[in-house]
């Protein structure tokens, strides 16, 4: 079993004392291939403790070479 928050790690500083997570959207960009209608995806995102605070599973669908593709997740914790 995946933990919930393996994989590609990216952190960045507070802006703001007082911030608030509204929304979690992302951008894929296909560059040499397409994505297969077969292929899923699943997105995590945890916040510095490992808590999961976003998610999106089970993305599938065909996505042509050299274009892109916003990705909205599903909140699951907002602080």
Sequence with gaps: MTPPCAGINVTQ???F???YLL???LV???KGKDKDHDT???IRVCNEE???IAEKTGITGHW?????YLV???LKKTH
């Design 40 to 42: 899923a995806l699943d």
């Design 17 to 19: 004392q007082d911030e």
């Design 28 to 30: 894929f960009h296909t």
């Design 64 to 68: 042509t070479d050299k274009t892109s």
């Design 23 to 25: 929304g979690v959207s």
């Design 50 to 52: 490992g808590v999961l």
């Design 72 to 74: 909205s997740l599903d």
């Design 13 to 15: 500083p507070p802006l």
